[in-house]
């Protein structure tokens, strides 16, 4: 089983930069892919960014390609996101989740596990 505990979500203003984190325990991190995921007001939830075990994978939906980078430390445990140009369409909940498959294009199964999120608020 994996624990995930997100963190560094906040109030900001469009334009601004927040780096959000999730600690990871329970099993090998470096055993499984992590990712995020967010849940915006009114809306159903959608992938955001996905890093494989060792992190020669990456994949993003498309609103985030060229603002937001995931990354992560194995020895650590944490998968960090880092999201630049913040807009008010990017005002959701966002959760970290892990052990699902990823390629280029994104993941292709449904996470096993899943963080209780962090609110990211963004205004205009």
């Known amino acids: 089983q994996v624990q995930l505990e997100e963190a560094g979500g906040g109030l900001v203003q469009a334009g601004d930069s927040l780096r959000l984190s999730c600690a990871a325990s329970?099993?090998?991190?470096?055993?499984?892919?992590v990712g995020w995921f967010r849940q915006g007001p009114g809306k159903e939830r959608e992938f955001v960014a996905a890093?494989?075990?060792?992190?020669?994978?990456?994949a993003y939906t498309g609103s985030a390609k060229g603002r937001f980078t995931i990354s992560r430390d194995n020895a650590e445990n944490t998968v960090y996101l880092q999201m630049n140009g913040l807009k008010p369409e990017d005002t959701a909940v966002y959760l970290c989740?892990?052990?699902?498959?990823?390629?280029?294009?994104?993941?292709?199964?449904?996470?096993?596990?899943w963080g209780q999120g962090t609110q990211v608020t963004v205004s205009s």
């Open positions: 989740a892990s052990d699902f498959s990823v390629t280029n294009r994104g993941p292709v199964s449904v996470p096993k596990y």
């Open positions: 329970g099993r090998t991190f470096s055993d499984y892919n």
């Open positions: 890093i494989s075990r060792s992190g020669g994978i990456t």
